[in-house]
Each structure stands twice: as structure tokens, then as C-alpha cells.
């Protein structure tokens, strides 16, 4: 509706200052002539809009005009109370910080509007850690944490996954949650961004050394184009299998690097073909020997030569342990 379209013109030309006729029909997913015309029935109701040419010209409110807005709706109410992750609060020293806040704006709000907020706490609750997962030591955290608010440079100390630790001088960009773990984003002096798990990260200090953060950084969009860059290089080993029908529910909760595709019809002894993607070879292998003779490899004949041997090797060795 316009009326919801005028009132969230407002409240990004509030929150952003100044933002272009594409910037806000992109964002609220409608023409720029659309634009245009709502920017004209806002200055007729009154609203001091006003458009700047040039290069970096756009539309702004005039300064130190603001409009409390009012009139939320429950989706909109809702949204805002859904319980964040406790644990991510924690690790951020925020989880006080953030109940105080909700209670303030729950304070805010109109009586008929509270019992549906109480409503969200007690019929959505965020978890994002895993069952089995234990927490990651992170001894620098609190280094990481206050690094991304200044725009010092940062010295660590870097553990690689192979074990050996570097040191490099870098510009905190900022952290980011991937379930329950954290990875800290910075650049290098040549202005290349890279990942950091958080709890590799053993030693960290800041040096007296100014950065200029850059202007265009997006933390949110680099970091889905960064995850999805790494989805795309991982390495992809496929085996074509027949397996007995009774694992086959086991198999369709598997775990994190295996992918599962069924066939169409069963062989003459009742087992399904099914095609599995594993990232390595070494993962294949694990993954179906601990299904012994549930599971039977058709292709690659080289991945069923050495399941075989590798399956003599371990009744070898245990037949020497008695």
C-alpha cells in the first residue's frame, strides 16, 4: 500500500540521511517514477524532502527533522521480538544489554500489543548451537570485539589448519556468526579481505597504526558472497551405490558432508541405487565402511578395489590383536 511505502521512505531517509531514487526503488522494489511521485505527496503533506543534484546529489530530510512514527503492525511487532541467540549475546557481552532493551521497547508499546510480545518469547526461541558441538576457546575474543569499532590496525597470531602459526599485521573489518562459531573479517595491507576463525586467533593487539575503512564495505553482502565462493570451490567426489532398504532412513539424516540422491527403481534383491556426494575420496571411504554390508559400491571400481582392501587390512589387524 503507498501509505506503508511513504512511511518507510521516512524512515530511510532518517536512518541512511541521504539515498538516491534508484537506492529507494530498490530497496522498496518499485519504479523510480513511483519514487518521484511519492516524494511529491510527501512534500505536499508537508514533510521537508528535498532533492540534492550532482554526482552525490539524492533526497534528504531537512536537518534535524525527525517524525516519531507510530502504528505498528503485529508481523511488525513480532519481527522484533523474536528471540536473538543467547549464546551469540553472551559472546558479544550483549545478552543484559539486549533483555533491557526489549523491556524499554516493550514499555513503549501500547497495552493491547504487550500479551502479543510475550507471545513471540514463548512460541519462538533461537538456538544456534549444535547438539554435540563444544564450545570454542576463543582467547582473543575480547581483543577482536573492541578492534572492529576502531580503525587501528591489528597484529595476530594466526593458526592455519596444518598446525603452523603466522603473524600478520590487518584491518579489522568486523565478526560474523556462523552457528555457534565466530569468524573474524579484516584486510590485509593490499587490501585483500579474508576470513579468520575466531578461535585460531592466539594472540591479538592493537597497534598505534589508523586504517581508512572502506566506504562501500558490506558485511552482510561480502560475507554471502563469501560463503558462497567457498560452497563453490569445494571439491566434489560422487559414488554410485546400491544399499539395503533398511538404512535408507539413516542415510536421509546423514551427516554435514554427504548429499544424498535416489534412484528409481530397486535391484532384483530389493536394495536402492543411490548416488552419494562426499567432498573426498577419504570421506567416501569412511562413511561407507561404517555401513559394512548395508551399503554396496557400483562406481568408481577403483573406490570398490580399495574398500576392499582396506576392509581386509582391518580383519588382519584384528585378528593379530586376539
Do not use: C
Not at 521512505?9 to 532518517?14: A, H, K, M, P, Y
Not at 517514477?33 to 543534484?53: C, H, K, N, Q
Not at 513503549?108 to 526461541?125: C, F, G, Q, T
Amino acid at each position: 500500500m503507498r501509505a506503508d511505502r511513504l512511511i518507510s521512505i521516512l524512515l530511510l531517509l532518517q536512518s541512511q540521511g541521504q539515498m538516491t531514487a534508484k537506492e529507494l526503488s530498490e530497496r522498496l522494489e518499485v519504479s523510480e517514477r513511483t519514487i518521484y511521485r511519492d516524494m511529491e505527496a510527501l512534500s505536499g503533506s508537508g514533510i521537508p524532502v528535498f532533492a540534492e543534484r550532482g554526482k552525490k546529489g539524492g533526497w534528504s530530510l531537512l536537518e534535524g527533522y525527525q517524525t516519531n512514527l507510530t502504528g505498528l503492525k503485529e508481523a511488525e511487532i513480532r519481527a522484533l521480538f523474536v528471540s536473538p541467540s543467547a549464546q551469540l549475546l553472551e559472546d558479544l557481552g550483549l545478552a543484559h544489554t539486549s533483555e533491557e532493551a526489549r523491556n524499554k521497547l516493550m514499555a513503549s508499546l501500547p497495552s493491547i500489543y504487550r500479551e502479543h510480545v510475550n507471545d513471540v518469547w514463548n512460541r519462538i526461541h533461537i538456538d544456534t548451537s549444535t547438539w554435540r558441538e563444544r564450545k570454542e576457546k576463543m582467547v582473543t575474543f575480547d581483543v577482536l570485539k573492541n578492534a572492529i569499532w576502531k580503525e587501528n590496525k591489528l597484529k595476530i597470531e594466526y593458526q592455519r589448519a596444518d598446525g603452523i602459526t603466522n603473524s600478520r599485521i590487518v584491518k579489522p573489518l568486523g565478526l560474523v556468526a556462523k552457528g555457534s562459531r565466530w569468524y573474524f573479517i579484516a584486510a590485509k595491507d593490499n587490501d585483500e579481505i579474508r576470513n579468520y576463525r575466531a578461535s585460531r586467533i592466539t594472540f591479538a593487539e592493537l597497534i598505534n597504526e589508523t586504517f581508512e575503512r572502506p566506504k562501500d564495505f558490506d558485511l552482510a553482502q561480502y560475507w554471502r558472497s563469501s560463503t558462497k565462493g567457498f560452497i563453490e570451490s569445494l571439491p566434489n567426489y560422487e559414488v554410485w551405490v546400491e544399499v539395503a532398504p533398511a538404512i535408507l532412513p539413516r542415510l536421509k539424516f546423514t551427516n554435514r558432508f554427504v548429499q544424498m540422491e535416489e534412484g528409481e527403481s530397486e535391484n532384483q534383491e530389493g536394495w536402492l541405487p543411490v548416488k552419494l556426494s562426499f567432498h573426498t575420496e577419504g570421506e567416501a571411504k569412511g562413511f561407507i565402511l561404517g555401513f559394512t554390508d548395508q551399503i554396496r559400491v557400483i562406481k568408481p571400481k577403483e573406490l570398490h578395489d580399495k574398500l576392499l582392501l582396506m576392509a581386509e587390512a582391518a580383519v588382519k589387524f584384528y585378528k593379530q590383536g586376539k
